[in-house]
Nanobody
Framework: QVQLVESGGGLVAPGGSLTLSCSSSEFILSNYWMHWVRQAPGKQREFVAGITFRGTSTHYSPSSKGRFTISRDNGKNTVYLQMNSLKPEDTAVYYC????????????????WGQGTQVTVSS
């Protein structure tokens, strides 16, 4: 059941940047750890980044660390993923997911999901 709304995906050239957004009209996102996970065609879902309730701590996968930045604006009930230096291997559907705990395994069940936004990195 989709209860988060992602936006900001699209087509970008290698080396380019995109910023994804995630919001909800049903849930107060500051009550949750917020995550970004992704799934490429034919591959398992993969954890990308996570952020604490107040944004005081963040966690990244080895592939996203140094290039991606997760942040949140609780006043706007929105979470962001700033993606820089994008590579073709970053091509995937990116999902926003909320849970009461940090989940580093993207295959674990999350309490609340978004519908996903496609990111394609190609020249």
């Amino acid at each position: 059941q989709v209860q988060l709304v992602e936006s900001g995906g699209g087509l970008v050239a290698p080396g380019g940047s995109l910023t994804l957004s995630c919001s909800s009209s049903e849930f107060i996102l500051s009550n949750y750890w917020m995550h970004w996970v992704r799934q490429a065609p034919g591959k398992q879902r993969e954890f990308v980044a996570g952020i604490t309730f107040r944004g005081t701590s963040t966690h990244y996968s080895p592939s996203s660390k140094g290039r991606f930045t997760i942040s949140r604006d609780n006043g706007k009930n929105t979470v962001y993923l700033q993606m820089n230096s994008l590579k073709p291997e970053d091509t995937a559907v990116y999902y926003c997911a909320a849970d009461s705990r940090l989940k580093l395994s993207a295959t674990a069940p999350f309490q609340i999901w978004g519908q996903g936004t496609q990111v394609t990195v190609s020249s």
